[in-house]
T-cell receptor
Framework: QKEVEQDPGPLSVPEGAIVSLNCTYSNSAFQYFMWYRQYSRKGPELLMYTYSSGNKEDGRFTAQVDKSSKYISLFIRDSQPSDSATYLCAMSAVDNAGNMLTFGGGTRLMVKP | KAGVTQTPRYLIKTRGQQVTLSCSPISGHRSVSWYQQTPGQGLQFLFEYFSETQRNKGNFPGRFSGRQFSNSRSEMNVSTLELGDSALYLC????????????FGPGTRLLVL
C-alpha cells in the first residue's frame, strides 16, 4: 500500500461546479501538505501549502487538513475550463533531512464548458 | 524572475547507454531536488542537493546519481539505461534545504528504446 492514496479520476464536472479533491495518507509523521496542479506536458505548479491541521484559503481554492483522520482536501469553487489538469497532493515529514516530498498518484480533473 | 529550467526537454536513448540531464534552479535558490514521474508509479523522489552536497536520497538504484555545482546548477546521470527508466524527470528548486515550497521545472522526457 502506498503512503499517500489519491483517487485517479478522471473527475468530470460542469463549469461553475464546486470540486472536491482528496488524499489519504498513512504516515503520521507528515506535517507539511501541498497541492500541485500539473497541465499536460508541464511541470507541477504549487497551488497551496499548509502546515499541520486546519484550513487555508486562496481565491477560489481552499485546502483542508485533518490529521486525526489522515485526510486532506482541496476545494475549487466556481470551477473553470482552465482548471482542467491533474491535481497532485504532496506531503513531507518534519524529520526529513531535506526536501523529500511524497506524492499521491494525482487526480485528473476535467471542467466542461 | 526566470523559473526552473531543464535541458534537454526530450531525449531518446537505447538500452545500456547513459544520459545526463541538467537543471538550473530559480536565481537565489540553493536546493535542487530531482523526481521521476511515470504513469505507473507517479512522482517519486530521487535525491536532493544543497550546497553541492547530497542531503537526501530516494529508493533508486545506484545507476542514478547526481551532483550540484557551486552556482547551484545540478545534473543527474543515469547509467546503463533500462526500458523502465523511460519517464519524465523533474527538477525542483527551493531557497534552502528543508523548505517545503518547491518549484518545479518543465521536466525532461526520456524515452529508452
Amino acid at each position: 500500500q502506498k503512503e499517500v492514496e489519491q483517487d485517479p479520476g478522471p473527475l468530470s464536472v460542469p463549469e461553475g461546479a464546486i470540486v472536491s479533491l482528496n488524499c489519504t495518507y498513512s504516515n503520521s509523521a507528515f506535517q507539511y501538505f501541498m497541492w500541485y496542479r500539473q497541465y499536460s506536458r508541464k511541470g507541477p505548479e504549487l497551488l497551496m501549502y499548509t502546515y499541520s491541521s486546519g484550513n487555508k484559503e486562496d481565491g477560489r481554492f481552499t485546502a483542508q487538513v485533518d490529521k486525526s483522520s489522515k485526510y486532506i482536501s482541496l476545494f475549487i469553487r466556481d470551477s473553470q475550463p482552465s482548471d482542467s489538469a491533474t491535481y497532485l497532493c504532496a506531503m513531507s515529514a518534519v524529520d526529513n533531512a531535506g526536501n523529500m516530498l511524497t506524492f499521491g498518484g494525482g487526480t485528473r480533473l476535467m471542467v466542461k464548458p | 524572475k526566470a523559473g526552473v529550467t531543464q535541458t534537454p526537454r526530450y531525449l531518446i536513448k537505447t538500452r545500456g547507454q547513459q544520459v545526463t540531464l541538467s537543471c538550473s534552479p530559480i536565481s537565489g535558490h540553493r536546493s535542487v531536488s530531482w523526481y521521476q514521474q511515470t504513469p505507473g508509479q507517479g512522482l517519486q523522489f530521487l535525491f536532493e542537493y544543497f550546497s553541492e552536497t547530497q542531503r537526501n536520497k530516494g529508493n533508486f538504484p545506484g545507476r542514478f546519481s547526481g551532483r550540484q555545482f557551486s552556482n547551484s546548477r545540478s545534473e543527474m546521470n543515469v547509467s546503463t539505461l533500462e526500458l523502465g527508466d523511460s519517464a519524465l524527470y523533474l527538477c525542483a528548486s527551493s531557497w534552502t534545504s528543508g523548505e517545503e515550497t518547491q518549484y518545479f521545472g518543465p521536466g525532461t522526457r526520456l524515452l529508452v528504446l
